[in-house]
């Protein structure tokens, strides 16, 4: 009974490396996302998805792609890492009718250098 | 567009007194209103929804909030605080007419409560 798992828990970059962060979930839900938390500006969604094979952008997409070939995985890449990028990222998942709160792994806490 | 917006970034509270966790909400259809809590260093925990029906939830740990369609608010609340409950709180909104499914926060509201 995992839930949503994330990995790394903490990453340092250089500017300019590209990374993947990982998302699992057991749950078989459909919904899954990506947001990151900045002091001050609560979660902002990246990248969301509806099912595999399906995915759209959210508020701050800029600099991350994100790909859902199966039902439990929902990967985030960090095409060419910047300081602004130095953030906590939390992925979340959600049954297909969304109305009974999402669930959110434990983040990656990521360092841009 | 949606949006929430949480107007205090810290709300003080004396243990043993009520609080007030303030949100307001805006969206085009009927919203799906959520809370959030998060310990430091951990991620969110669900508290409470409210989709349809009573106006009054109730959720985790003794909170409940209260839906206010006609000021489109949906403050959290608690009759007798703990200084376990200091933690930073979430509110988030989700638009019923929407099949995107996009959940979108309010900056946060760290809850502080003093013994």
């Known amino acids: 009974n995992a839930g949503v798992t994330q990995t790394p828990k903490f990453q340092v970059l250089k500017t300019g490396q590209s990374m993947t962060l990982q998302c699992a979930q057991d749950?078989?839900?459909?919904?899954m996302s990506w947001y990151r938390q900045d002091p001050g500006m609560g979660l902002r969604l990246i990248h969301y998805s509806v099912g595999a094979g399906i995915t759209d952008q959210g508020e701050v997409p800029n600099g991350y792609n994100v790909s859902r070939s199966t039902t439990e995985d929902f990967p985030l890449r960090l095409l060419s890492a910047a300081p602004s990028q130095t953030s906590v990222y939390f992925c979340a998942s959600s049954s297909h009718d969304r109305i009974y709160g999402y669930t959110f792994g434990s983040g990656t806490r990521l360092t841009v250098v | 567009a949606q949006s929430v917006a949480q107007p205090e970034d810290q709300v003080n509270v004396a243990e043993g007194n009520p609080l007030t966790v303030k949100c307001t909400y805006s969206v085009s259809g009927n919203p799906y209103l959520f809370w959030y809590v998060q310990y430091p260093n951990r991620g969110l925990q669900f508290l409470l929804k409210y989709i349809t029906g009573d106006n009054l939830v109730k959720g985790s740990y003794g909170f409940e909030a209260e839906f206010n369609k006609s000021q489109t608010s949906f403050h959290l609340k608690k009759p007798s605080a703990l200084v376990s409950d200091s933690a930073l709180y979430f509110c988030a909104v989700r638009d019923s007419s929407s099949n995107t499914g996009k959940l979108i926060f309010g900056q946060g509201t760290t809850l502080q409560v003093k013994p």
């Open positions: 749950m078989n839900h459909e919904y």
